[in-house]
């Protein structure tokens, strides 16, 4: 973030609200981005955290921030997120509790630079490489899902090397490399089906598809994985079993 103007006209609580706001609209700092803690933000631009403080505080009040008591702060989503699905499972996982055979292909699975709101949600720093894998996922019916996966190559090394097309990708973090996945932030919403998911899933083009996003944090709290997940709303249906204390 770049530095305080001391001698400008503008309050210093209000230059640093404005840079903040800036990034969110040009997608630097895409939803669900965690700020770095206060003490580090007070530190990075000189200033007092009281002054911070009043630039968050503008902008939580304004809807562009949330605090998470034990969690940080956070870039909103432009959308309503109800916490409708608590469990933190993974398809396979699902398919395999129920019994359902499934298939998966992998279309990607390579190392990359990751694009800039994927290095941000998953805090990777200048230089740092992410495995992409894309993959299928079907059952008897035909394909049920599109995966579009992100994983940090620095907390997983040599990760491009395994076999996907059989392993799960929380297996292989949780048993291949000993991590300890301890939560998710996830969000549900529907988009016209594009080009690729049209062709991955088998819908006509902008045919409505279920969209999950998801950002995955491990013990440490870590970001390790971000996710993309369109889903065939005609073959797969997402259900939660709740209670109310």
Known sequence: MSTIDRDAPVAIHTQISDRIRLKI????????????????LAQELGVSRGTLRRALSTLIEEGLLRQVRGRGTFVTSTIIEPAIAQKLSTLTEDFA????????AVIACELMDPPKPVAALLEAGVGSRVLRLVRVRS???GPVALLHNYVRADIAPGIEQQDFGVQSLF??????YRLKIASARRTFSAEPASDEVSAALGLPEGAPVQYLQQVTYLDDDRPVEYSDVWIHSG??????LLSRR
């Not at 609209?25 to 580090?40: D, F, M, N, T």
């Not at 509790?97 to 998966?104: F, L, N, S």
Request: aromatic content about 6%; charged content about 25%.
């Open 25 to 40: 609209a040009s997608g630097e700092w895409p939803p669900h981005y965690r700020l770095k803690s206060e003490p580090e």
């Open 97 to 104: 509790r129920q019994g359902v055979v499934t298939e998966t």
């Open 139 to 141: 059952t008897e019916q």
């Open 171 to 176: 297996g292989v973090l949780e048993q291949t």
């Open 235 to 240: 073959r797969l249906q997402v259900t939660s």
